[in-house]
């Protein structure tokens, strides 16, 4: 079955730095377009941005733009979010969510979320 | 930058009807998805491109969307029911909108 995991997540001091992975399984991962969205707490969604699966394309949304870096290693089925210069607002359960392969794509499966928090 | 608007919160009555909406500049051009979330879990998609439920989502979960604004509906509202649902939307090819969400209450 298609399971996503985030791992890579604890607290780090303002201005530090972390890198997340998201490890898939139970599909053909190079096939597939996995993003970041990040959930601070008690707050709503906020996406972070995607690569494209060939890893030729990359978008962020404007909060984090500059400060993170998103790179896949599909022989590892891998996903991951480097995470530069971080701020307390960057605090939040971060998840990884795969897009589907139509036309208007969504979100079909997400990963349990792993919790960032950046504090002194 | 797109907006996608939700009320905070939502209350609805066992058995009753639920009528959760998401508003943005020219949303029914767009393709709208709903996603729900129960505390301390991952969001679970119920409907995407406006009107599609996928398999396991139970048949009184339905979408709608058209003029500004797109809609979830639950049908004879369950106890079970009680989450966060989240509006999501493209802004453009390469940028993806959530909505604040709504707090879905049944009492």
């Known amino acids: 079955q298609v399971q996503l995991m985030e791992s890579g997540g604890g607290v780090v001091q303002p201005g530090r730095s972390l890198r997340l992975s998201c490890t898939a399984s139970?599909?053909?991962?190079?096939?597939?377009?996995i993003h970041w969205v990040r959930q601070a707490p008690g707050k709503g969604l906020e996406w972070v941005g995607f690569?494209?699966?060939?890893?030729?394309?990359?978008y962020y949304a404007d909060s984090v733009k500059g400060r993170f870096t998103i790179s896949r290693d599909n022989s590892k089925n891998t996903v991951y979010v480097q995470m530069n210069s971080l701020r307390p607002e960057d605090t939040a359960v971060y998840f990884c969510?795969?897009?589907?392969?139509?036309?208007?794509?969504?979100?079909?499966?997400w990963g349990q979320g792993i919790l960032v928090t950046v504090s002194s | 930058s797109y907006e996608l608007t939700q009320p905070p919160s939502v209350s609805v009555s066992p058995g009753q009807t639920a009528s959760l909406t998401c508003s943005g500049d020219?949303?029914?051009?767009?393709?709208a998805s709903w996603y729900q979330q129960k505390p301390g879990q991952s969001p679970v998609l119920v409907v995407y491109?406006?009107?599609k439920r996928p398999s396991g989502i139970p048949e009184r979960f339905s979408g709608s969307n058209s003029g500004n604004t797109a809609t979830l509906t639950i049908s004879g509202t369950q106890a079970m029911d009680e989450a966060d649902y989240y509006c999501?939307?493209?802004?453009?090819?390469?940028?993806?909108?959530f909505g604040g969400g709504t707090k879905l209450t049944v009492l």
């Open positions: 969510a795969r897009e589907t392969v139509e036309a208007i794509p969504y979100f079909d499966y």
């Open positions: 139970g599909f053909i991962f190079s096939s597939y377009v």
């Open positions: 690569m494209s699966y060939d890893g030729s394309k990359k």
């Open positions: 020219k949303l029914g051009d767009k393709y």
């Open positions: 491109q406006d009107t």
């Open positions: 999501q939307a493209w802004d453009t090819s390469s940028s993806v909108v």
